[in-house]
C-alpha cells in the first residue's frame, strides 16, 4: 500500500485521539474546537467572489515571519482578500483578530477531505506557506488546481526526513512548491541534493519585521516613569527555570540603579503571585500599577500580553527565556534596539540564535554564576555593554531584505 493511505490513517488517528485528549486539556480544547468552527468562519469572513490570497502559519513565531508579507500583499494587491490560517492555538488565539487578513482561522486538519473541502470553500490563487509547514494532502490539492504555492522563510537540516532515504513520501510534498525561499545557504544545498533547484537564499523576514521596530513609536509613559534613568534589565519570555535564576540575582542586588522588568511567558494569576512571592524587592503588577509612583519600585512584572516589543526599548540588557525549558522565545524582537541579550544553555535549533552566539552579541549562560558574572560585567564596564550590543544592531541591519526578494519573484507569478 502507498505511504499517502498509512498517512491519511495517522492523520485520522491523530484527530481522534486529540478530541479525546481535549476532555482534559484546555490547549488540546482549543486546538478541535477551533477546527470545528473554520468552515463556517470562512462563510462569515471570505466573499465568495472575490480572488484570494492564502498564508499558512504554525504558530506566532511564523506569524511574524510572514507578517512583512502579508502587509505588502496588501498593499499590491488591493483586489484580493487575504486568508491566514493557524496551526497552533498559541498563535490563533493572539492573533485571531489581527488587521493583516481579512479572515484568520484554524487550518483543519491535513486529510484528504479536508483539503478538498477547504480549497474549494476558498480557492486561492496564490498560497504562501511559512518555513516548516508541509501538509501533503494540501500540497497536492493546490498542485492538482494548478495553484502557485511557495515555501518561505523556510530552513532545512540533515536531520529532517525529507533527506533521509526513507524520506521519498515527504519529498514528494516538496516538489510542489513552485518556489522556496530559504534562509541560507545550507539550505539550498540540501533542497539541490534531492533535485530541488527552484530555490533562493532569501534570508528570513523577521528581520524586515523587527527592523520596522524601530521606526513605530515605542514610548510607554508607564516605563518611563519606572526606569526613572536607571540601568533597566528587561527578562521577556520567561519560564519558572529562567525566574529562579532572575529572582535570586534580584534579590542579592545592592546596588539601587538597577531596575527589573518581568514580561513572563504565562501570565495567569497563580504565576505572577509565584513570581513576587519569590522577590525580596519592592515589586509592583503592571495591572496594579494605577495611582502608584513607578519610581518607588525596583521589580515590574508585565502581566498582559502586547507590550514586550516596547517594553524592550528601555532596556539596556535583555534577558530572552525559554533556554533553560521548552525552547527560545524571540532573541531578535530586543537585538533591534543595539542591546546584549542574555539566554539560557538550549539555542541551537535557532540560527539567529547561534549566528549571534558567534558573533558575540548574544550570550548563554547555564547556571546561576554564570548570569551573576555576566551581569556585573554589564553593570561595570560601559564599552563592553556598548559594543556587545551594536553586535546585534549591526547583525539585524545586515540581514534585511527578504521580504523585497520575495514580492519581487511574486510580481511575476502570473496569478488573479
Not at 530552513?155 to 533527506?163: C, E, G, L, N, P
Not at 526613572?228 to 535570586?248: M, R, Y
Not at 503571585?273 to 508585565?302: C, N
Amino acid at each position: 500500500m502507498p505511504l499517502r493511505f498509512f498517512y491519511n490513517i495517522l492523520i485520522s488517528l491523530a484527530w481522534f485521539g486529540l478530541k479525546v485528549i481535549a476532555l482534559f486539556r484546555p490547549k488540546i480544547d482549543l486546538f478541535v474546537s477551533g477546527r470545528k468552527q473554520t468552515f463556517a468562519q470562512l462563510g462569515e469572513k471570505l466573499l465568495p467572489n472575490k480572488k484570494t490570497i492564502w498564508m499558512h502559519v504554525a504558530s506566532l513565531g511564523e506569524y511574524e515571519q510572514g507578517l512583512p508579507i502579508l502587509e505588502r500583499l496588501r498593499q499590491n494587491y488591493p483586489a484580493h482578500q487575504i486568508l491566514l490560517t493557524f496551526f497552533s492555538p498559541s498563535g490563533y488565539e493572539v492573533k485571531k483578530n489581527t488587521t493583516a487578513a481579512d479572515a484568520v482561522v484554524y487550518l483543519p486538519m491535513d486529510t484528504l477531505s479536508n483539503a478538498k473541502r477547504f480549497l474549494e470553500r476558498t480557492d486561492p490563487e496564490l498560497a504562501i506557506f511559512v518555513k516548516y509547514e508541509i501538509w501533503p494532502n494540501y500540497l497536492s490539492e493546490l498542485k492538482k488546481r494548478n495553484v502557485p504555492t511557495f515555501l518561505v522563510s523556510a530552513i532545512f537540516s540533515k536531520r529532517q526526513v525529507y533527506f533521509k532515504p526513507f524520506g521519498g513520501f515527504m519529498r514528494k510534498s516538496l516538489k510542489t512548491f513552485a518556489h522556496f525561499f530559504v534562509q541560507d545557504s545550507n539550505s539550498r544545498e540540501l533542497l539541490e541534493s534531492i533535485g530541488l533547484s527552484n530555490v533562493t537564499v532569501s534570508g528570513d523576514t523577521r528581520f524586515d519585521r523587527v527592523s520596522k521596530i524601530l521606526k513605530q513609536d515605542n514610548r510607554l509613559d508607564f516605563m518611563e516613569h519606572f526606569k526613572n534613568g536607571k540601568f533597566c534589565l528587561v527578562a521577556g519570555s520567561t519560564w519558572p527555570e529562567d525566574e529562579e535564576i532572575l529572582i535570586q540575582y534580584i534579590n542579592l542586588s545592592t546596588d539601587g540603579q538597577t531596575k527589573f522588568v518581568f514580561a513572563p511567558h504565562e501570565i495567569k494569576p497563580a504565576h505572577v503571585q509565584k513570581i513576587e512571592e519569590g522577590l525580596r524587592k519592592k515589586t509592583i503588577h503592571f495591572s496594579q500599577m494605577e495611582g502608584k509612583d513607578l519610581a518607588d519600585f525596583d521589580v515590574l512584572i508585565v502581566d498582559t500580553i502586547g507590550l514586550l516589543t516596547k517594553v524592550y526599548s528601555y532596556a539596556d540588557v535583555a534577558y530572552v527565556g525559554g533556554g533553560f525549558a521548552t525552547g527560545l522565545h524571540n532573541t531578535l524582537e530586543p537585538s533591534v534596539y543595539g542591546i546584549p541579550v542574555i539566554i539560557g544553555p538550549d539555542y541551537t535549533k535557532f540560527k539567529e540564535a547561534e549566528d549571534l552566539v558567534k558573533k558575540g552579541g548574544v550570550i548563554p549562560i547555564s547556571d546561576q554564576r554564570g548570569f551573576d558574572t555576566l551581569m556585573d560585567t554589564f553593570l561595570t564596564d560601559p564599552i563592553f555593554l556598548r559594543k556587545t550590543g551594536s553586535i546585534n544592531s549591526e547583525y539585524i541591519n545586515a540581514n534585511v531584505g527578504a521580504t523585497d526578494l520575495i514580492l519581487e519573484h511574486l510580481s511575476l507569478v502570473k496569478f488573479g
